[in-house]
């Protein structure tokens, strides 16, 4: 392992010289894909520092042992090389981790997507209660969450929303939410008290910077029409809402959040780009066999992936068979408990997949 470790330091030093020439410092597209590659190298490296140092402490505590001459410092040294033994496995599984290539996208920001599924007035009342709960999950984490575009539903909530989140490693943390959510609970329109299931969609798409995706803007025709929906005078009278039409894939993508056309325009081609940088990534999941394999990110948005329980007060992610019995706290947007299951099933598969690579 040390070996593999010496090749990251020397690659470490060499994007270190790197992004502080000026040559890369004026190509944009190099210059982010240093600096990344620059962050991601100085974890494991300070993880090798770590290692080497614990190694070598292994060393001098079997020396002292095997010298033997002092009874004290040898106690001392027993004591020493227990916990660095007992500390060694767990750090050279967290080396292991770090050394498998991390996915490029689980850096990006995302454009997610909530649309109501079956269930009628409830679903999109469902859809209204998930980008509430996102929101201030994304919020608590400290990133920025802008909504794009909405429509909202006749009772309440969304019959689609579609926002951007910005952040650290915001990809990485929420695709883990693309699927079919479930909602049973008695609907607030149901005179009866019967409980009701209804569902929604959540869409993941990794934002595409601009160099990820050649957009050429001759296939793209702009609508530009007033916005709907509650807003000011403004709003809803200046022709500032826009709509997007690609001809070669047929996707519409509209935007009506800003008062700005120019700001709207901006917010729908970042959309647009997204959907289509998707679909080059579905192509690359279907061919790639470890990650269709994969019980928790395989990309297939028809799964039912959580059912959110109200009169149990319940939710089960039915990827890993999770049930907490919390649903007040996680709608109010403390997910992270499921995140960091899921994040660690996932682990233990790609360390699983390393060690019979190794």
């Known amino acids: 392992m040390l070996d593999k470790l010496q090749i990251v330091k020397q690659r470490f030093d060499e994007v270190n010289d790197l992004i ?4 890369i410092i004026s190509d944009q597209k190099r210059y982010v894909q240093l600096n990344k590659e620059y962050k991601d190298l100085k974890i494991l490296v300070e993880k090798r520092d770590v290692y080497k140092e614990l190694l070598d402490n292994i060393a001098e505590a079997e020396e ?12 001392m040294a027993k004591m020493q090389l227990e916990e660095a033994k007992d500390e060694l496995p767990k750090l050279e599984d967290e080396i292991k981790l770090l050394l498998i290539p991390k996915d490029p996208e689980d850096s990006k920001n995302i454009v997610m997507e909530v649309r109501a599924g079956t269930g009628g007035d409830e679903a999109s009342i469902f859809a209204g209660d998930l980008h509430r709960m996102y929101t201030k999950y ?4 400290g990133w920025n969450v802008s909504i794009v575009d909405y429509s909202e539903g006749t009772s309440g909530g969304f019959k689609e929303i579609i926002f951007e989140v910005s952040g650290d490693d915001v990809y990485g943390t929420m695709k883990f939410e693309a699927g079919v959510h479930r909602v049973q609970r008695v609907p607030q ?3 009866q008290g019967r409980v009701h299931t209804s569902a929604a969609t959540v869409m993941v798409l990794p934002e595409a910077e601009e160099f990820d995706v050649e957009l050429d803007m001759k296939d793209v025709r702009i609508e530009r029409t007033t916005s709907t929906g509650p807003g000011g005078q403004s709003v809803n009278t200046t022709y500032s809402a826009i709509r997007l039409h690609h001809a070669p894939s047929g996707l519409v993508v509209s935007c009506q959040d800003q008062k700005s056309s120019h700001k709207n325009l901006e917010k729908a081609l970042k959309v647009l780009r997204s959907r289509l940088y998707d679909k080059e990534l579905e192509k690359k999941l279907a061919a790639d066999s470890v990650r269709r394999k994969s019980m928790v990110s395989s990309g297939d948005r028809s799964a039912k992936i959580r059912t959110y ?29 499921i995140l960091d299951e899921l994040m660690l ?14």
């Open 20 to 23: 502080i020439q000026p040559d």
């Open 138 to 141: 994304c919020e608590g984490r």
């Open 189 to 191: 329109t149901e005179t």
């Open 64 to 75: 002292i042992i095997a010298d033997g001459s002092d009874a004290e410092m040898t106690e």
């Open 345 to 358: 099933v996932e682990n233990t598969e790609k360390l699983k997949e390393a060690s019979e690579i190794m």
């Open 309 to 337: 329980n109200y009169s149990q007060g319940r939710v089960t992610d039915h990827r890993i068979g999770l049930t907490l019995y919390d649903l007040s706290n996680i709608m109010n947007g403390d997910i992270q408990k």
